[in-house]
């Protein structure tokens, strides 16, 4: 069965902090997608890589930055957390081919404060 | 500009009811169509998809959607709602232009409430 996992749930961190945020998917896929979900604005790409090492900005890039140094794990970086990155953020994988199914992992609710 | 409208930000039926939910587009060529459902607190798990050939597709959990390329449009359908279908749904569209990587671009959302 199709999984993607993120590291958490429920995150806290205090403004200024580095964040990390981490997701795995087990189904040898190509393309990794962070999207943050806000109430009202559904949900916008932040990052997406389509191989080891390569990234790719999405719509709302800043304040962030990703890392993909192995093909099943890719990570979001808040390099310094602002109280306005408080949202849910979604991570998603995609094989290539022409199905376009993106797989969802369950999320992660971070709270800057 | 290119996007994505869910134009009922929250809709409310009653348990037994049917429901239709609006999704139009606003691309020059068809693009490929998804509509994922999200329940409290979880990921996104998609419901049905249309990239080409019959215009009515069926989905999981009794779900289906139309296409209707005069109308841009690709509105879901269920036609007796249970208590467990309360949740987002996001419609969703990949381009219909090369190189795009599939990256989706997403509705906003309508949440459904169902009442008992």
């Known amino acids: 069965d199709v999984k993607v996992t993120q590291s958490s749930r429920y995150l806290v961190k205090r403004t200024g902090e580095k964040v990390f945020l981490e997701c795995v998917q087990d189904?040898?896929?190509?393309?990794m997608f962070w999207y943050r979900q806000d109430p009202g604005l559904g949900l916008r790409l932040i990052y997406f890589?389509?191989?080891?090492?390569?990234?790719e900005k999405g719509d709302i890039p800043e304040g962030y930055s990703v890392s993909r140094e192995k093909k099943e794990r890719f990570s979001l970086i808040l390099e310094s957390a602002s109280t306005n990155q408080t949202s849910m953020y979604l991570c998603?994988?995609?094989?290539?081919?022409?199905?376009?199914?993106?797989?969802f992992g369950p999320g992660t609710r971070l709270t800057v404060t | 500009a290119q996007s994505v409208t869910q134009p009922d930000i929250h809709i409310t039926v009653s348990e037994g009811a049917s429901l239709e939910l609006r999704c139009n587009y606003s691309?020059?060529?068809?693009?490929?169509l998804f509509w994922y459902v999200q329940s409290p607190g979880q990921g996104l798990q998609l419901l049905l998809k249309?990239?080409?050939?019959?215009?009515l597709v069926q989905g999981i959990k009794g779900f289906e959607a139309e296409f209707k390329r005069s109308q841009s449009s690709f509105n879901l359908r269920k036609p007796s709602v249970h208590w467990s279908d309360a949740a987002e749904y996001f419609c969703?569209?990949?381009?219909?232009?090369?190189?795009?990587?599939?990256?989706?671009?997403f509705g906003k959302g309508t949440k459904l409430s169902v009442k008992p």
């Open positions: 691309y020059g060529a068809t693009p490929y």
């Open positions: 890589s389509y191989d080891v090492k390569m990234k």
């Open positions: 189904m040898d896929h190509e393309n």
């Open positions: 998603a994988s995609l094989g290539d081919g022409s199905s376009y199914e993106q797989y």
């Open positions: 249309y990239f080409s050939g019959d215009t």
């Open positions: 969703a569209v990949v381009p219909g232009y090369g190189g795009s990587q599939g990256n989706l671009i």
